[in-house]
């Protein structure tokens, strides 16, 4: 099992460009998330999902999107890049079930530099 | 979920027991404590988990006092690969909005030779 995927590991952008990070993971978790952790800080919930077409805003929402077509992939969108959202970002599963243990996977991040 | 409260760093010396407090004064009847640790700038890592019995599993023991206000992450022979930021944190059981952990500034831990 490959666990929880993140691309790029690594991005520059430009102030006001677009882009998208990408999400997947093979365990068929229901629940997905993002978070972004500045330098020295915590992580800080962004956007998450419960399932397929659900999704919700987290802590920090503004300037990204979310959407959520299949179980395996949530893709995070920054619509027009600040140097505010230069960051590390990591994508989160975990099972949903009443089972659950509540443990997150986590992915191995993806750090983006917006000049 | 309940806010915590962890010394912000501490050393230990390798070979030795690592003891790292949490204080959740405010917990809830129904809230767990999770630890993550968070090794250099790795993803986070799910460590354990309890709701008022203590727990141990192949990595750490979990020791919550009885009044649940406080718990104590217990790393019985830390190494220098645990050299790591420690995540204590209290979250609700099952959740029909999901997993949502809340994550503080953590205890920064380095393991000295």
């Known amino acids: 099992n490959a666990g929880v995927t993140q691309t790029p590991k690594f991005q520059v952008l430009k102030t006001g460009q677009s882009m998208t990070l990408q999400c997947a993971q093979d365990m068929n978790h229901e629940y997905m998330s993002w978070y972004r952790q500045d330098p020295g800080m915590g992580l800080r919930l962004i956007h998450y999902s419960v399932g397929a077409g659900i999704t919700d805003q987290g802590e920090v929402p503004n300037g990204y999107n979310v959407s959520r077509s299949t179980t395996e992939d949530f893709p995070l969108r920054l619509l027009s890049a600040a140097p505010s959202q230069t960051s590390v970002y990591f994508c989160a599963s975990s099972r949903m079930d009443r089972t659950n243990t509540g443990e997150l996977f986590f992915g191995e991040g993806s750090r983006l530099t917006v000049l | 979920d309940a806010k915590t409260t962890q010394p912000p760093s501490m050393d230990c010396a390798e070979g030795r027991a690592a003891n790292l407090p949490c204080n959740h004064s405010?917990?809830?009847?129904?809230?767990?404590v999770y630890w993550y640790r968070q090794i250099h700038s790795q993803g986070p890592q799910y460590i354990i988990h309890g709701l008022k019995n203590n727990e141990t599993n192949e990595m750490a023991s979990l020791i919550i006092t009885e009044d649940r206000k406080s718990s104590t992450l217990i790393l019985p022979h830390a190494t220098l690969r645990d050299t790591a930021v420690y995540y204590c944190?209290?979250?609700?059981?099952?959740?029909?909005?999901?997993?949502?952990?809340?994550f503080g500034g953590g205890t920064r831990v380095l393991v000295k030779p």
């Open positions: 944190i209290v979250r609700s059981g099952f959740k029909a909005a999901g997993n949502k952990l809340t």
């Open positions: 405010t917990i809830s009847g129904n809230e767990y």
